[in-house]
């Protein structure tokens, strides 16, 4: 059972311009953390959200939580080459602790 | 700096031939995870160690054995590595999670890419 789902899968577009990354579920999550990954390398933590409805920016990065903490949304604007890579959701549930990674989204951004 | 580290980066094996793969931290960390990846696609969990109690997840197959001699090194075992193991091997740590209801970040090391031939 994939308990959380991110869209799109695949995305390719062109400097400069804004996209947003979505991570839904069906569950409550305590915390939500987004990872990057570039290739031949392993994740890096980007930011985690706490609290419902939380919003956290990271230089051109807008990260947010949704009310119920279900869901939370990755926004890039004005996206440079150096974001291309896998941007990956995981979500931490009160019993237990271990982080449950959506399928990643496979991020390229052309010059 | 401190860092999760893994050795080999790139690992080569023969079909049904033992590997071990290895994972050294410096962060201190109780908890140690080792993921499965496979090209662009999530990490898959494996297992995990809290402190020395191995934790199994419950679709990993008996080929894949850990172990942890102490708190700083983490072995992945593959007893017949069949083809389709080749992937990426992640290994992780994070503080105690237990308390803090898994808010703690993990911490991957850069992975090693395991084929078969």
């Known amino acids: 059972t994939q308990l959380l789902e991110q869209s799109p899968q695949f995305l390719s577009i062109q400097e400069g311009e804004n996209l947003t990354v979505y991570c839904n579920s069906s569950?409550?999550?305590?915390?939500l953390q987004w990872y990057r990954q570039e290739p031949g390398e392993g994740p890096v933590l980007l930011v985690t959200?706490?609290?419902?409805?939380e919003v956290k920016k990271l230089k051109r990065l807008t990260f947010q939580f949704g009310d119920a903490r279900k869901d939370s949304s990755l926004h890039i604007t004005a996206a440079q080459p150096g974001d291309t890579g896998l941007y990956l959701c995981?979500?931490?549930?009160?019993?237990?602790?271990?982080?449950?990674f959506g399928q990643g989204t496979e991020l390229s951004v052309k010059p | 700096d401190a860092m999760v580290i893994q050795n080999p980066r790139y690992q080569v094996t023969q079909f049904g031939k033992p590997v071990t793969l290895s994972c050294s931290q410096t962060?201190?960390?109780?908890?140690m995870y080792w993921y499965q990846q496979k090209s662009s696609q999530a990490p898959k969990l494996l297992f995990h160690?809290?402190?020395?109690?191995?934790?199994n997840e419950a679709d990993t197959p008996d080929n894949f054995q850990s172990r942890r001699p102490n708190t700083s090194f983490c072995f992945l075992d593959i007893r017949s590595p069949g083809l389709g193991d080749a992937a990426m091997y992640l290994c992780?740590?994070?503080?105690?999670?237990?308390?803090?209801?898994?808010?703690?970040?993990?911490?991957f090391g850069d992975g090693t890419r395991l084929s078969i031939l």
């Open positions: 995981a979500g931490a549930r009160n019993q237990g602790g271990k982080l449950i």
């Open positions: 160690y809290y402190d020395k109690d191995f934790n």
């Open positions: 959200v706490v609290t419902g409805g």
């Open positions: 992780a740590t994070s503080r105690d999670f237990r308390g803090a209801f898994g808010n703690q970040p993990q911490h």
């Open positions: 962060l201190n960390h109780n908890v």
């Open positions: 569950s409550v999550f305590s915390s």
